[in-house]
């Protein structure tokens, strides 16, 4: 079976490819112009160069695939393109990785955009599977936990915003790239939407505490209040000052994230890493 690919040279699609090769399947990946390759430059994958926003040189591109694995963001509007060229072209398999980030009670400005491309999904006729990972980790490419953990290696204070007590529960990369590969191959998750997360829920002051266990180093926890601290940073954002995080990542601290993944567990043998395990993979990747 031929898989078309999009996302491929991002964190997450460059851990997919490699774990589709390894389970015989033939992978085609887009990549556009200015995509840096590099990362899979060993493997041996066909591309095909295009853009998500372009119906007909997706269309072309999916020419001969047998399935589709979208990995790239449904947040920037695209879904319907791909959609429409996955059909173009014959392909009537699809898993699209989308995020539990749909649920959020925030207003987020892409949560429009990820329900409306989900409903797309769901209403376009493809044998499709959606997996909505929680916040993904795993390597110094991720852009949360390593920045996190880059922080704590120069600094004994880590600043939390908020009382730290709401749940998380962040999800290795390579149990979301198992997964991938355990809905293609498995029909009972077709027409299915799975909400895919870590082993156990945990707070944000035990994320810290964990991370500074496996790392033997003792930090402090500085307490911020976090509604002065968002003002401050829509502030800035208003203003155009550039900073390191953003309000809406602080208001996100501050609700609970902790989802259910039985029905994955039933369906297609989801058995996720603990935040322990995956944590210290990552610490030891560098």
């Not at 389970?23 to 390759?37: I, K, M, Q, T």
């Not at 505490?209 to 509604?227: C, E, F, G, Y």
Request: aromatic share 10%; net charge positive.
């Amino acid at each position: 079976m031929k898989i078309f690919l999009t996302g491929a040279t991002g964190f997450t699609g460059s851990r997919v490819v490699p774990l589709l090769l390894k389970n015989g399947y033939e992978v085609r990946c887009l990549y556009r112009a200015s995509s840096d390759c590099s990362t899979l430059s060993d493997l041996k994958i066909e591309w095909a160069e295009g853009d998500l926003s372009d119906t007909q040189t997706l269309i072309s591109a999916m020419q001969g695939a047998d399935a589709l694995v979208n990995v790239a963001s449904l947040g920037f509007g695209h879904a319907d393109s791909i959609i429409r060229a996955a059909k173009d072209a014959g392909i009537k398999r699809a898993v699209f990785i989308s995020t539990t980030a749909i649920f959020t009670q925030l207003n987020a400005p892409s949560k429009k955009i990820r329900v409306a491309a989900e409903l797309a999904i769901e209403t376009s006729g493809l044998k499709y599977t959606i997996l909505r990972p929680t916040m993904i980790y795993g390597s110094p490419r991720d852009r949360n936990m390593w920045r996190l953990i880059r922080f704590m290696r120069y600094s004994p204070i880590v600043p939390v915003f908020g009382d730290g007590k709401y749940l998380q529960q962040p999800i290795f990369v390579d149990d979301v790239t198992q997964a991938v590969v355990s809905c293609l191959s498995n029909e009972v998750t077709i027409g299915k939407s799975y909400n895919i997360a870590g082993k156990h829920p945990l707070t944000y002051n035990e994320v810290i505490d964990t991370i500074a266990r496996l790392m033997n180093k003792r930090v402090w926890k500085l307490h911020v209040p976090s509604k002065p601290v968002v003002s401050l940073l829509t502030l800035f954002e208003r203003i155009r000052i550039p900073f390191p995080i953003k309000a809406e990542q602080v208001l996100r601290l501050n609700e609970n994230k902790d989802f259910n993944y039985a029905e994955a567990q039933r369906d297609f043998g989801f058995n996720p890493l603990a935040f322990e395990e995956g944590i210290g993979l990552e610490l030891k990747s560098v």
